[in-house]
């Protein structure tokens, strides 16, 4: 499969499927690996980073779960490319920026995925639609199991994996939902929740991770503890943490109804038809007025368009994407038009079929 095949297609992950998607895009379980006895990636030498990529292909073959993933090489591919795997959420911006001796092995559906020699030398992933995380963590550990036949891992009988970044040791899982929480921003009680979510040992992020801004009111919310509790304590922790945001956002627009319904409801109305008639339009505009349609979607305002259409359509609207869909190379101004045209027909297309 090249990078263009996959640009058009539409990840699993998107589907709109799942527990609280009106709330919750998508669960993602993240596990940092490193092989025994093999220098961390930054500190290895190109031969050794080129033989880990090989040990990493061989050993998906034995895999069941890998033996037909698709393999991108980071290190023989143009900027664009690794900016599609990274606007898909497959590799990190990391990854994007190093490239040589690195790829990403994706899974059916893009569920899962395996990043070689980012900041260590496997980076195992699941993603899974709605509030899930539970269902991302087995499928991950069913990976690792595998992998782990093939591989000795670096570990530490009181350390647990040996990461490249300290704040990995221990299990070496990150698991983290994507949030949709636009009530609590437009009733101005976000920043209250994210500190009370900051107390409890969780991380909020942007839409790429680590230093990554918010767009389109979708917070990242994860573990920052690695090291001292289980996976299951963590996958556990984590769902408590994230129900009671859920329910806090359910309270918060519950409020917008009682206290300003026809605001809120011109305001999801503007959104789509702005959406719908617009010529020019960014992909940071787009996530804002998406937003407010996704908004009036949950909330039973708007009949369409499918959650899953909007999730798609959150990735194909990204620059590298919008590149793929005009394909031709484009100006950040041309873009823009591109975008709005793309939209405007796959909302059309939407509306056609309802």
């Known amino acids: 499969m090249t990078i263009d095949e996959l640009s058009r297609l539409g990840a699993g992950w998107l589907d709109g499927t799942g527990e609280a998607g009106d709330v919750v895009i998508s669960s993602r379980v993240r ?135 300290p704040t990995n040791v221990g299990t070496g899982l990150r698991a983290s939902l994507l949030m949709h929480l636009p009530g609590l921003v437009l009733v101005q009680s976000i920043e209250q929740v994210l500190r009370g979510v900051g107390q ?33 304590d963590i996958i556990e922790n984590l769902q408590k943490v994230a129900r009671q945001v859920m329910d806090y956002e359910k309270d918060a627009r519950e409020r917008m109804v009682k206290d300003a319904q026809a605001q809120l409801e011109d305001k999801i109305w503007r959104a789509y038809g702005l959406l719908q008639t617009a010529r020019v339009i960014s992909a940071q505009e787009f996530m804002n007025l998406a937003s407010a349609v996704r908004l009036g979607v949950g909330m039973g305002i708007l009949d369409s368009p499918e959650p899953a259409l909007l999730n798609r359509l959150m990735i194909a609207v990204q620059p590298a994407h919008i590149k793929r869909f005009a394909g031709q190379p484009l100006e950040a101004d041309d873009r823009d038009v591109w975008r709005a045209t793309m939209v405007r027909e796959r909302l059309g297309e939407s509306d056609s079929s309802n």
Request: net charge negative; proline share 2%.
């Open 200 to 232: 409890v040992g969780l991380a909020v992020r942007g839409y790429y991770g680590e230093g990554s801004e918010v767009v389109g009111n979708l917070f990242q919310i994860s573990n920052q503890t690695t090291l001292g509790p289980s996976e299951m």
């Open 31 to 165: 596990l940092a690996r490193n092989l025994a006895d093999v220098p961390f990636s930054h500190q290895a030498d190109d031969a050794q980073n080129a033989s880990m990529v090989d040990l990493v292909l061989n050993a998906g073959q034995n895999s069941t779960q890998l033996s037909k993933a698709w393999f991108f090489d980071t290190g023989d591919s143009e900027m664009s490319d690794r900016q599609v795997l990274m606007e898909r959420h497959l590799i990190s911006p990391t990854l994007v920026k190093r490239g040589n001796h690195g790829g990403v092995l994706v899974g059916e559906d893009e569920r899962f995925s395996v990043m070689i020699n980012e900041e260590d030398h496997l980076r195992l992933q699941a993603v899974v639609s709605g509030f899930q995380p539970l269902s991302a963590w087995e499928l991950i550990n069913s990976i690792d199991d595998e992998f782990s036949k093939s591989f000795s891992y670096a570990f530490d009988d009181e350390w647990g994996y040996l990461t490249a970044c």
